[in-house]
């Protein structure tokens, strides 16, 4: 059974060096995370028969100091007599425990073993090495405000600190609504990240801050800070539940009263003010939030302006609009639903001309009555090369004789074609008596000519 196991350790060892993995011989964990004043395990892993192999090795500590913990080899282990009180050493796993951490035992570690496998006479060296760090857990971070007055907006500026009273290796991270705090030019944080400085403060920045700390072994959130700004005033307006309203024109019923709400996004609240204007100036009519108008005690179209202005910031704005009493009828038009009447007159007069020409289409252009003007038709003349009117001379051949009314007719004289289509012009006042054509008998040559 001996030489099996010997032989198994030896094909083992065979194939990780044909495989190229000597290092995995053996594997330790890269870090090790302790808590101060309680035990640490480090567990060695070995890929190989520890009884089917002979060995030799140490623990030492190698930063921030050297420090040799132990030598062991295949029978025995031979620890630091001055860490004896500290350390517990496993030959059969050459695993390594510190029975209470203390900060002086944070540092890097290193596990050297030289292995000689059977029927080999070449030396395996391994060396591997563990970081361990000892950590305290944290408390719960508590928040503070550099300054606990307003904080105005583009004016002030404020400092969030997160404060950790116990625990180490603390890592910082703010959050605003549970959302993370990114750095910007308005947002800066120490190097630490303990502090957040916010200059200056914006509307944007107002919510509910908190910060997070961690370490490797432990993780605590502080309570949340309500962060206020006054701003504003933003986005005025002036709205109505009455009448129509077209861009900032309201249009009321006569008799009615009209109450007009002055909104903007502001904190704290604005003072409103209500005026209305005139060619000749303006006029305070009342101050707050809500303006009540007696549609009757207008007898044109009127201009009014609401003034909103806030007291913490000095900041002010206003907007303007125009009242007009018409008869809107019984039922008021209001909302998106609401038509104007020019809109109606002009919606029904397209209706109307798309109609007339619709009408007129069909009466034109309908396909019956273009076939019948088709077929209807005179067949037209052939058209063929453009005559004068002289190039069938034997046609015309012979002598004529017109009597006409003088002063009626462009010339008192016309070919025999131009005088066969007379019966067809209507507006030629002209009377022609009588065509006398006198034909020779044989034609001679110089009267072709």
């Known amino acids: 059974m001996e030489s099996v196991g010997i032989a198994v350790s030896l094909l083992l060892w065979v194939m990780i060096r044909m495989s190229g993995a000597n290092t995995e011989l053996l594997s330790v964990p890269l870090v090790m995370h302790g808590t101060k004043g309680k035990p640490l395990h480090i567990p060695v892993e070995t890929h190989f ?4 192999v002979e060995f030799q090795g140490t623990w030492s500590q190698v930063s921030p100091k050297e420090n040799h913990l132990v030598t062991f080899e295949n029978s025995k282990a031979i620890p630091n007599l001055q860490l004896k009180d500290t350390l517990i050493f496993n030959l059969t796993s050459i695993s390594l425990t510190f029975k209470q951490l203390d900060d002086a035992a944070e540092g890097e ?7 000689i496998f059977p029927g080999q006479d070449k030396l395996e060296t391994i060396k ?10 944290l408390s719960t971070p508590v928040m503070k405000k550099s300054s606990e007055g307003t904080l105005v907006e583009d004016q002030d500026n404020v400092t969030l600190t997160c404060i950790v009273e116990n625990g180490a290796k603390a890592k910082y991270q703010w959050l605003k609504n549970d959302k993370t705090v990114s750095p910007s030019e308005c947002h800066i944080f120490s190097q630490n990240n303990t502090t957040l400085f916010i200059n200056p ?5 107002i919510g509910m801050y908190s910060c997070a700390v961690t370490n490797p072994i432990s993780h605590a959130r502080s309570k949340v800070m309500e962060l206020s700004v006054f701003y ?10 009455q009448g129509l309203r077209i861009g900032e024109v309201f249009t009321v019923n006569q008799g009615e009263l009209i109450f007009f709400d002055c909104l903007a996004d502001s904190n704290p609240p604005n ?10 100036g303006t006029e305070v009519l009342m101050t707050g939030p809500r303006f009540e108008v007696p549609s009757h005690k207008l007898a044109q179209p009127t201009k009014f302006l609401c003034r909103a202005f806030n007291n913490v910031t000095k900041k002010q704005d206003e907007t303007h609009f125009t009242l007009v009493v018409a008869n809107l009828g019984s039922e008021k038009l209001q909302g ?3 038509v104007s009447p020019l809109a109606a007159i002009t919606i029904s007069s397209l209706l109307i001309i798309l109609c007339m020409l619709f009408v007129l289409f069909r009466k034109t252009c309908h396909p019956k009555r273009v076939l019948m003007k088709i077929y209807s038709r005179p067949m037209p003349e052939q058209k063929g090369l453009h005559r004068s009117g002289h190039e069938d001379a034997t046609e015309d051949f012979g002598i004529y004789e017109f009597v006409s009314i003088p002063g009626k007719m462009e010339s008192n004289h016309a070919s025999c074609r131009s005088l066969a289509r007379l019966d067809s012009v209507k507006d030629l006042h002209t009377t022609i008596y009588d065509v006398i054509r006198h034909v020779p008998e044989t034609p001679t040559l110089s009267l072709l000519k």
Request: charged residues 20%.
């Open 49 to 52: 028969g520890m009884n089917e």
């Open 109 to 115: 570690y290193q596990l050297q073993i030289n292995i």
């Open 128 to 137: 591997k090495t563990v970081s361990i760090t000892v950590n305290v857990p």
């Open 201 to 205: 403060v914006k509307k944007e920045d």
């Open 232 to 241: 504003g005033p933003y986005n005025l307006e002036v709205n109505s539940d």
């Open 271 to 280: 003072t409103c003010v209500w005026i209305s204007r005139t060619d000749n």
């Open 336 to 338: 998106e639903s609401a």
